[in-house]
């Protein structure tokens, strides 16, 4: 199985920006951001494959942004204008099976521990 180590999170105001981070101890196929916020259920919110093809959530297309180094077996979330209804605990997840690598797939097969991202209004 693919380790994967998530970095960045931490807390902002409503507005600002924060920057995750995650390193996978192998290359895979997708990689992906899930997270799940207070009284809700995880949720796929990007995902990129290994040509750098990005699919987001409607709920923060147009704010957010993935992207992966391949080199580094690396992949990044850019988060701008943050709502506090983004704070919540956020999860890299990565698999190398394409039929797998969906947006709302919730069983891929890597997954990181989770980060906490915090939003004050």
């Known amino acids: 199985q693919v380790q994967l180590v998530e970095s960045g999170g931490g807390s902002v105001q409503a507005g600002g920006s924060l920057r995750l981070s995650c390193t996978a101890s192998?290359?895979?196929?997708?990689m992906a951001w899930f997270r799940q916020t207070p009284g809700k259920e995880r949720e796929g919110i990007a995902i990129i494959n290994k040509w750098g093809t990005p699919i987001y959530s409607n709920s923060v297309k147009g704010r957010f942004t993935i992207s992966r180094d391949n080199a580094k077996n690396t992949q990044y979330l850019q988060m701008n204008s943050l709502k506090p209804e983004d704070t919540g605990m956020y999860y890299c997840?990565?698999?190398?099976?394409?039929?797998?690598?969906?947006?709302?797939?919730?069983?891929?097969?890597?997954w990181g521990q989770g980060i906490q991202v915090t939003v004050s209004s």
């Open positions: 997840a990565a698999d190398d099976e394409q039929s797998r690598c969906r947006l709302y797939n919730l069983e891929l097969s890597s």
């Open positions: 192998e290359f895979t196929f997708c």
